[in-house]
């Protein structure tokens, strides 16, 4: 396997495992340990989902530069560059356009307003989805490139 697939793969497959752990299980988990109030449970997720962005950032350019790299020397298909790009693309959407919309909501919430759900969360979390099909389908691609 050439160098810069190693990379993306590793950085992909770490990219998912973060993704699936924290978006898919702590963060709903969190709100169902004892103790843990509307206003803890919205602290902790802000601090938790902003280390997580960070880190995806940082593995996002190491799945690009690692299939970029790849690709120049056929390790990587268009296709799986496609699929890591489109990833890319929604991390950035969600850190840039969603993510404030829910520290807006947030925001209100714990300044004790009551409203309606954010339409926000759900979009969010359809995004993750489509993120974590892109991140496995790449990897994949890559590793039978």
């Not at 992909?12 to 924290?22: K, R």
């Not at 530069?65 to 693309?89: N, P, R």
């Not at 993750?128 to 991140?135: D, G, M, N, S, Y």
């Amino acid at each position: 396997m050439h160098a810069g697939s190693a990379v993306a793969v590793a950085a992909t497959f770490i990219w998912l495992g973060m993704v699936l752990a924290i978006s898919f299980l702590e963060a709903p988990l969190k709100f169902r340990a004892p103790g843990v109030t509307l206003p803890i449970g919205l602290g902790i997720g802000r601090l938790v989902f902003r280390a997580l962005n960070t880190c995806e950032a940082v593995l996002a350019v190491a799945v690009l530069a690692g299939g970029f790299t790849a690709q120049k020397s056929g390790g990587a298909s268009g296709a799986a560059m496609w699929v890591f790009v489109l990833a890319v693309v929604v991390l950035a959407v969600q850190v840039l356009l969603v993510r404030p919309a829910l520290t807006r909501r947030s925001d209100r919430v714990l300044a004790g307003e009551d409203g309606p759900r954010s339409r926000a969360h759900l979009a969010y979390v359809g995004l993750e989805v489509v993120k974590v099909i892109a991140l496995a389908v790449g990897g994949v691609l890559v590793l039978a490139g």
